[in-house]
T-cell receptor, first 112, second 112 residues
Framework: DGGITQSPKYLFRKEGQNVTLSCEQN?????MYWYRQDPGQGLRLIYY???????QKGDIAEGYSVSREKKESFPLTVTSAQKNPTAFYLC???????????FGSGTQLSVL | GESVGLHLPTLSVQEGDNSIINCAYS??????FIWYKQESGKGPQFIID?????DKRQGQRVTVLLNKTVKHLSLQIAATQPGDSAVYFC???????????FGSGTKLNVKP
């Protein structure tokens, strides 16, 4: 979707397991974001990164971790500390501040 | 267009009619607003945006109206089509601020 690829589309996590969601963009955007979407609720910000090797916690960062080693990639790890991980996860990128976000197609994470 | 927990507000319209979807935003200092369309199981798609120095902006079949006095945003869709059926939500942000705040959305159901 718009140059942002998220994988996998569906992911299942066993109790105590860490899982990593992939997000890759070829839009040459500096800023990247991870959001969590629960049914009937607005998107909530997990982490964001404005530049390579730098990232900041969003509103619900507990139980998640990220890295930004390359401009194109911003993977999200859902750790075993996240007790309610079932949700639809969306990655987004932004070319410059004050511009619109471009979203990927999302990853649905469920707990086995 | 506000959240009512797990159940999104739903707007049902007949194909060919005009649709109006509303959003009450939270921060009077917000100066950039976006409307997104999200189909089931997919990532949000950008529809139209508006900055606070405008009160109306038109796109192809869509118009966004901004009323800063009452913190209200609306999306008008002309000649609604079955392909317009989706969840629509608004986003707001402040100039030079990295966080967007998202409404929970309104489900648009277009009857053929």
């Amino acid at each position: 979707d718009g140059g942002i690829t998220q994988s996998p589309k569906y992911l299942f996590r066993k109790e105590g397991q860490n899982v990593t969601l992939s997000c890759e963009q070829n839009l040459n955007h500096d800023a990247m974001y991870w959001y969590r979407q629960d049914p009937g609720q607005g998107l909530r910000l997990i982490y964001y990164s404005q530049i390579v090797n730098d990232f900041q916690k969003g509103d619900i960062a507990e139980g998640y971790s990220v890295s930004r080693e390359k401009k194109e990639s911003f993977p999200l790890t859902v750790t075993s500390a996240q007790k309610n991980p079932t949700a639809f996860y969306l990655c987004a990128s932004q070319g410059t501040t004050n511009e619109k976000l471009f979203f990927g197609s999302g990853t649905q994470l469920s707990v086995l | 267009g506000e959240s009512v927990g797990l159940h999104l507000p739903t707007l049902s319209v007949q194909e060919g009619d005009n649709s109006i979807i509303n959003c009450a935003y939270s921060n009077s200092a917000s100066d950039y607003f976006i409307w997104y369309k999200q189909e089931s199981g997919k990532g949000p798609q950008f529809i139209i945006d508006i900055r606070s120095n405008m009160d109306k902006r038109q796109g192809q079949r869509v118009t966004v109206l901004l009323n800063k006095t009452v913190k209200h945003l609306s999306l008008q869709i002309a000649a609604t089509q079955p392909g317009d059926s989706a969840v629509y939500f608004c986003a707001e942000t402040l100039y030079n601020f990295n966080k967007f705040y998202f409404g929970s959305g309104t489900k648009l159901n277009v009857k053929p």
